[in-house]
């Protein structure tokens, strides 16, 4: 069964960068599409990136695009998640999903419905 763990987040100041990493183990990667989703306390899950199977389809959430950025190392069977100019609000748990179905649209792309296997998840906090 495909494994994700994510890693990279930490404390950082606003306006600071981080790269979350999802690495998967037992099978490759580049045979899902991948989300990445945030959940603040008391919030709801959101979806904040997404990069599709075989063409690499990104899709981004309107509240992080210009900051974030998805992106693969198949060699690595990790896909990243480069964040700048956090902002406080960034705060939250961030989790990895890999999903079998090929999704363009962000509708569905960004959705946690739409993805099968998850991380544990990664803790960033933006704060001075």
């Known amino acids: ?27 490759t990667l580049n045979n899902y599409g991948i989300g990445w989703f945030r959940q603040a306390p008391g919030k709801a899950r959101e979806g904040v990136s997404s990069i599709a199977r075989g063409d690499g389809n990104r899709n981004y959430a309107d509240s992080v695009k210009g900051r974030f950025t998805i992106s693969r190392d198949n ?15 960034d705060t939250a ?8 179905a090929y999704y363009s649209s962000a509708k569905y792309s960004l959705s946690s419905q ?5 991380g544990q998840g990664t803790q960033v906090t933006v704060s001075s």
Do not use: D, F, M
Not at 1 to 27: A, I, M, N
Not at 75 to 89: C, F, R, S
Not at 93 to 100: N, P
Not at 114 to 118: A, N, P, Q, T
């Open 75 to 89: 060699a690595k069977n990790t896909v990243y998640l480069q964040i700048n100019g956090l902002k406080p609000e």
């Open 93 to 100: 748990v961030y989790y990895c999903a890999a999903g079998e």
């Open 1 to 27: 069964q495909l494994q994700l763990v994510e890693s990279g987040g930490g404390l950082v100041q606003p306006g600071g960068s981080l790269r979350l990493s999802c690495t998967g183990s037992g099978y």
């Open 114 to 118: 739409s993805y099968e296997y998850w």
